[in-house]
Structures are given as structure tokens and as C-alpha cells.
């Protein structure tokens, strides 16, 4: 496929639970260029700022799904769904992105009837859309703004995603263990670097392993094996972008003494090595 011009940012922070970004950025499709099939860990939107473009992606039964999309509408991409996009060959997209998870993103997008049936935004209010599309190009932008501003646009941006929304779903149930939740992304925050199993974190919340990762994932929108290694790789990338630490060093100080288990782990989630990561986005270099 064509090549694109593409631009993201790494966030630079992972200490947040409700709402917290992972990467961002603005991308300028050349006629026909695609990607897919893939898989993401966390939730990826999409907002087209022009052109169009197409969405194949799987609904909750595993059926596949296509949307024709414009300038003005965008797209949510699931945690573990199966999507390929395509700029038309026509007049080919441009847009902005933000990939994101938290305790409440998967709640409230059911509130708002985003889902894997139902992955397409459009928009009902012109004012909150221009909003959103400013809050989004302003993390793209920014990569040096400080981490409580960028959090700051982020809240701003779903903000304006749920206000302006043209869906509506049923409210949610309310009947989470939030409290178990939080205990168990403390855990990890405080014990990543060792080497914890999922039957740690969950006898750190009371519960048993197997009713907990269901807890969990109703929650969170994922496993906790996913968050674990999410968290894991977030706090790599940092020290791969602002230390001069080896490969080694660094896999050891977020939990994988095994540089060769630490190398396999980052590329299957970022689909770079470790040393080719580094060298697109040290600080250093």
C-alpha cells in the first residue's frame, strides 16, 4: 500500500486510573493507504478532519462490519477488535487520532452508544464537533505540554465526544466493584517492576482470581494480564525516551529480567524493538 504522512506522540505519564491518554497524532493518507488487520490494547478514536475513508471491523459476535466515513464523523476502535481502515482512493482522509483507556471510558461510551456494532461518531452539535477536533489536534501538537494539560485536553476531548454525540444508549448499571478495581491498579502501579502473577493482584483486591478478572474487564474494558503489560510497556517507553539505560536495563526495571522476553513483549504491543523505538523518539539522541 502507498505510504501516509504520519505524526504521533507518546504520553509521557502513566500515574492516572479514570481517564488516561497513551498516544496521539495526525495522520495524512495518501489515496488507498490502509491499516489492517490489527488488533489494539486500548481505545483508539478516530476523527476524520477531510476526505473519507473506509472502517472493516468486527461487531461483538465477530461479524465483520463496513462504514463508509466523511469529513466531520470518526470512528472508535475497540480494545482486542479485529478493524482495518482505508483512505479512498478519491479523496483520502485526513485525521486526527488519540488512543486512550480508564476505570470509566467503557461505561460511558456504552452511554453514549459507541460500540463495536456501533463504532461510528457523528456528530449532533457543530460547536462541541469543532471543539473536539481542536482538543485532539492540540495533543497531536503539543508532545512538550505539560502532563496535567494534556490529561487537561483529554477530559475536554471526551468530554465534547459524549456531549455532542448522536447516539444514546442505557445507562449504566452502576453495579461495579469500583473499589476492587482501584486496589488492584494501585497494586500494579506499586509492584510492576517485580515479578507479579494475576493471582497476586487479585489476592491483593480479596477476590478470587477468576471472579476478579471479570470485575475487572467489566470495569476497565480489558484483562488485567492486558492492563499489567500496558502498564508495563508505558513506563518502558519513558525510560527509553528519557534515559540513556541499556535495552537490559530497562526491560529489568519495569518487570522483565529476560531482555530477550522484554524485547518480543514491547514489539508485539508496539510493533517496534525496543532499540528501533528508542531511536524514533529519544529525547536523548
Not at 6 to 26: C, E, H, M, W
Not at 171 to 186: F, Y
Not at 211 to 234: C, D, S, W
Request: with cysteine; glycine share 8%; hydrophobic share 35%.
Amino acid at each position: 500500500m502507498p505510504a501516509s504522512q504520519n505524526t504521533y506522540q507518546v504520553f509521557p505519564a502513566t500515574d492516572y486510573i479514570d481517564l488516561v491518554p497513551y498516544q496521539y497524532g495526525r495522520e495524512f493518507c495518501r489515496p488507498g493507504h490502509a491499516f489492517g488487520p490489527a488488533r489494539r490494547n486500548h481505545y483508539l478514536f478516530h476523527y476524520v478532519i477531510s476526505g473519507r475513508g473506509t472502517l472493516i471491523s468486527q461487531d461483538e459476535e465477530g461479524h465483520e462490519t463496513r462504514n463508509e466515513l466523511h469529513a466531520g464523523q470518526g470512528f472508535m476502535i475497540f480494545p482486542q477488535q479485529i478493524n482495518t481502515y482505508q483512505a479512498d482512493m478519491d479523496d483520502p482522509w485526513v485525521y486526527t487520532w488519540v488512543e486512550f483507556d480508564g476505570m470509566r471510558v467503557h461505561d460511558t461510551l456504552d452511554l453514549i452508544g459507541l460500540t463495536p456494532s456501533y463504532p461510528v461518531y457523528t456528530p449532533s452539535n457543530e460547536e462541541l464537533r469543532a471543539q473536539l477536533e481542536q482538543e485532539m489536534l492540540f495533543l497531536s501538537t503539543h508532545p512538550e505540554a505539560p502532563v496535567l494539560q494534556l490529561i487537561g485536553h483529554l477530559y475536554l476531548f471526551f468530554d465534547c465526544l459524549v456531549r455532542s454525540s448522536s447516539r444514546r444508549g442505557p445507562s449504566p448499571s452502576g453495579k461495579l466493584q469500583d473499589i476492587h478495581v482501584r486496589t488492584a491498579l494501585e497494586y500494579v502501579e506499586r509492584h510492576y517492576r517485580e515479578d507479579i502473577t494475576i493471582a497476586d493482584i487479585a489476592r491483593s483486591t480479596g477476590l478470587n482470581p477468576s471472579y476478579f478478572g471479570k470485575v475487572f474487564k467489566e470495569a476497565t474494558g480489558r484483562t488485567p494480564q492486558q492492563h499489567l503489560i500496558g502498564y508495563r510497556m508505558n513506563k518502558a517507553t519513558e525510560l527509553l525516551k528519557l534515559t540513556s539505560m541499556s535495552i537490559a536495563e530497562v526491560g529489568a526495571e519495569v518487570g522483565y529480567p529476560n531482555q530477550l522476553h522484554f524485547s518480543r513483549a514491547f514489539k508485539g504491543f508496539y510493533g517496534l524493538s525496543p532499540r528501533d523505538w528508542r531511536k524514533s523518539n529519544s529525547r536523548l539522541i
